[in-house]
């Protein structure tokens, strides 16, 4: 199956499977927990155990906050 980076993204964020599309990300209320493989196509997440990943995750954090306009309204209000 060929899946576009495009639809990894909207994939992702809308909690469901970067394979197949199902609803399969995160299990039922705990959304900061990831499943180890999907239920649907039996595609295995990739976490923790591979080498980066914490520094990838940071990363992406600190981008995110630098770059989104209400992260820096309290320092403006000064």
Known sequence: MKVTRFQILIRGLSNCCLNCGARTLFPTRKLFKLNDQCCACGFKFQ?????????????????????SPGSMAPALRR
Do not use: H, I, P, Q
């Not at 976490?47 to 770059?67: H, I, Q």
């Open 47 to 67: 976490g923790a155990g591979d080498e980066g990943f914490y520094l990838r995750a940071t990363s992406l954090n600190f981008g995110v906050t630098v770059t």
